[in-house]
């Protein structure tokens, strides 16, 4: 048991690049932190124990039989008192622990001999014989396992070792397929790509790089196979199938099942001996699996906090008399009104992790107004935080946000009111989203998806939906709108679906877009077409639009003012040709660069040679 | 969609088919003398010669197993080699038994996990938490276990329940389902608890999807986006799950009917293998694998009208 304990913490989900010890020591420690982890490894450790010490600590023989004292209570000689034939049940349960233990090992060995190397050659090399093994894994999977076992008994008569592995042939397609969904979602990453690129064999990488991603699964995976392998193997020596001449738990459970009218005792040390040994392998994985993924939650956190922990202190101290105030100082009329908002969520250790801190903004009608910034900047949480569709732990943690002079959240609330929030999204506040695809239901077709809010939004008949349905997706450039209404997700391109979901935006005829990255998924040539469809819509029906983007690129090509994000803070605001021209910030201006460095500029600008276009865009 | 099943179809056809070569092979090739074993140890090996032949054994194997899958095909699956008792019969009588416990038990099993896991994924908070105690607790034990103790418990110690079948050809209802609660409740503890986990994570999981978050954004209800989009995107999860259970349930349900001492294929399964009575466990391995065959269609059909992407490729 200590040993694969050991494995399973070397296999945190950091491939490449980590030193494993120091990975391995945090993992165990996290797992020794963990009241389910200590108890289950003290369990497992303890029947481990006792089995490899059974020779030595058992009383009796296994099979010794004193058929004087038969279905005796327990007392000093038989701790726990005898069966129908007068052999000591304590012996037993220890030789049994024994046998139990060996063959959920061998059933374990056996499958994952089969199933690692199967799925990692059809994780890696994917074609035929990937072809060949998903087809020989659906035979395998369709087969009751016990049903199996009997006809290996029928063929083989009783041996404990070779059902077991049978079994582990059997149940080998959980190794197959983990490994393989492992290798593929690492097959193309840059590292693996990288290490190809510099030479090393197929197999060295497979070693190296692709074994320790699936390590981690594998062991989660082994405490729920021995699990099953030692339920099934008692099972089968509870039938009277197994080999008479040994002592299992199972027989001990059909002895005591015999004489249940007499010693219902006996029933219960080998039922409670299964319980806590397979209870205590299940709870093992669990734990494993806990103290990995809190692995990559500290991670991330740190990741997180380090650049926010300066705020948090200042955010402490910051009263919500301070945000009654920005209500005071808010009496002109803006489409959306951000003021000194927070949101944050709150952490295991009852601290509070923040990603969007005092940012204030406003955005009328008629006007686009960019969010820039990196990844983790908190642009898109800023933009959720006004739709009110952040993640159910999120809170708001400060501020407030007006939508036409209404409040979606007051000063002091922690969370957006759905209730308010609910009657705004979709009629007037509307939401393009990054990626096309995902945000289509794959299972509807994309007319059900376009009608549907209308008719629950507007009221209107399907029939009328269809029609406006039909129309949008004309308005959107799609030059077969019937063809595209009738079609699922699926069938249609990147592009396409994101014009179908602007399309779907702008439906209701709402006052305020929120488009969220709404380019970046999208080829370049699409990206200037969706681009000049936004600009367009947005003149036409004079709504107010907030662009959430990265790109500057974009900000130049479309919007009217641009507000500048870093680390959940607003660093800079102003007219698209005051930031652009002349941004203030330090990190402003290394945004700016790291866009423009190198690029050709988005603009339509007649440059002489050698000037500095990219010092100086128009917007 | 016909091609669709047609397809699903034929590839079940094709399993039938390799895993009763297999079955043959593997149960004719490795059980040593049968014929000694069917006569006993007394018997001389003129007698033993004369019994091979008379059970065919004395012919190539692929002889065999075309002969026996000629008459499979005609519904015959052989006689037992003890009772000579036809199989198809034998499975039969049995079969009816088994076969309403498996079920009743996977329909509550699909209804229990289903709503818990569902109601979990979507409340969260305790009823979170208790489902997943309870699918630690449910894997722990064995359902054999649990059968043995509600035995023990409820029929042998407080007699609230017949210990051992009531059943017998032409009783009515009520002797059903006297003697079938306790084995079906035996049978569904574990499904329903891993089910119900199961289920939760796939709700989870189509509940942070990215459509979920914009139909939210098109003013959809939260009760439409649930029934409409979120169970429907679950439901192949949900499916896979109650399908693999019903497939353990199949090898489970031997063990079960064993402790309740029920009429069912169990009790004739054990005994076909201790007497290496061959005919008659060729014909419960065909008769099992042929259920799973039947249910995995069912599924792969629901999945293909569930989800248009299956469909079509």
Redesign the interface.
Known sequence: MSDSVETAAIAAPVPAGQSGTVVRSTVMRRLLKNPMGIASLAILLTIAALAILAPVIAPFEENFANISKTLAAPDSVNIMGTDSAGRDTWSRLLFGAQLTLLSALLCAGVAIAIGLPAGLIAGYYAGKFEAVSNWVV??L?????????????????PSVWISMIAFGILISPSYFRLTRTAVQSVRNELYVDAARVSGLSDLSIIARHIFSVVRAPIIIQTA?IA?VAI??Q??LE????GDPTKATWGVM?SEG?KN??LT?ML?LWP?LA??LT??GL??LG?AIRDALEDGEKIKHRKKVVSAESTTADAAKARPSRKSVAAVETGTEHHLVKVTNLGVGYPQADGSIKKVVDDVSFHVDRGEILGIVGESGSGKSQTAFSI?G?LP?NARIVGGSIQFDGNYTVAPGEDRVSQERL?KL???R???I?Q?PM???????TIGYQLV??MV??LGISKAEARQRALKLLTDVGITNPERTFNA?P?EVSGGMAQRV?IA?AIS?EPDLVIADEPTTALDVTVQADVLDLLRELQQRLNIGVILVTHNFGVVADLCDRVVVMQNGRLVEEGTVREILRNPKEPYTQTLLGSMLEGKTPMTMLVSKPGSAAEKEPVA | MIKFIAKRLGSGLV?LF??SVL?FT??YT???SIAQNILGDQATPEQVALKEEELGLDQPLFVRYFAWLGDALTGNLGASWFTSEPVANALATRIPVTMTMVFTAMILIAICAALIGVVAAVK?GWVDRVVQIGA??G????G??IG??L??ILA??LGFFPATSTISPGVGPEAWVYSMTLPVIALLINGVTGGAQQIRSAVIKQLE???V?????????ER?ILFK?VL??AAPAGLTVLS?QL??????V??IE??FALPGMGPL??T???Q???PV?MG??MY??VV??VV?LLVDILNGW????VR?S
Do not use: W
């Open positions: 659906s035979i999977m369709s087969l009751p396992g016990l049903i199996v076992l009997l006809t290996i008994r029928a063929a083989f008569g729920a699990g339920a099934i008692s099972g509870f039938l009277g199938l459970l099942f249940v009218y219902p029933l039922a299964m319980a397979i209870g299940v709870l669990n739709l569709l159910d609910s999204r979709g009629k506040i509307s939401y989203p990626e995902s945000n289509l239901d794959p299972a509807f549907t809010p629950r939004v699922y699926h979901l779907g209701c | 399993v390799v895993v079955t593997l149960l490795s059980s040593g969260r630690i607790i894997d722990s034990i064995p054999y276990v043995v103790f035995v023990t042998i110690q999807r990215d459509y978050r914009t139909l939210r954004s098109r003013g959809i209800g439409e989009h429907r995107s693999l497939i353990g349930m199949l090898g489970g031997v063990i064993q402790i399964a054990v076909a293998t201790t290496t009575d061959l466990v419960v391995v099992t694998v799973v065959i995995n569930l989800n248009p992407k079509v």
